[in-house]
Nanobody, 116 residues
Framework: QVLFVESGGGLVLPGGSLRLSCAVS????????MGWYRQADGKQRELVAG???????EYAEAVKGRFAISRDNGKNTVYLQMNSLKPEDTAVYYC??????????WGQGTQVTVSS
């Protein structure tokens, strides 16, 4: 059974940076396309960044140029580097499979709050 454990969130000033980590267990990460999602209060969960099995990356328009997704298959971990954070990036961030590799299970997420 797959398990996602997200960490690295927190309170940050506008313009600041955070690096999120997602430790994945129960699967061999190298076999799956992975993504970071976020859900803000009152809004639907959305995919903000995805990375293919061989490293191809795609980003939502709202985060393009500011966020960077990466993966370490040896550590079964997915990362999201977030720079130039804006208040509208405030949300709970989750990782899961992407582009057809989505799993039913979700982790607890990690809260990111961007505020002065």
């Amino acid at each position: 059974q797959v398990l996602f454990v997200e960490s690295g969130g927190g309170l940050v000033l506008p313009g600041g940076s955070l690096r999120l980590s997602c430790a994945v267990s129960g699967i061999s990460l190298s076999k799956y396309r992975m993504g970071w999602y976020r859900q803000a209060d009152g809004k639907q969960r959305e995919l903000v960044a995805g990375i293919g099995r061989f490293g191809i990356k795609e980003y939502a328009e709202a985060v393009k140029g500011r966020f960077a997704i990466s993966r370490d298959n040896g550590k079964n971990t997915v990362y999201l580097q977030m720079n130039s954070l804006k208040p509208e990036d405030t949300a709970v961030y989750y990782c899961n499979g992407a582009w057809g590799d989505l799993f039913n299970a979700w982790g607890q997420g990690t809260q990111v709050t961007v505020s002065s």
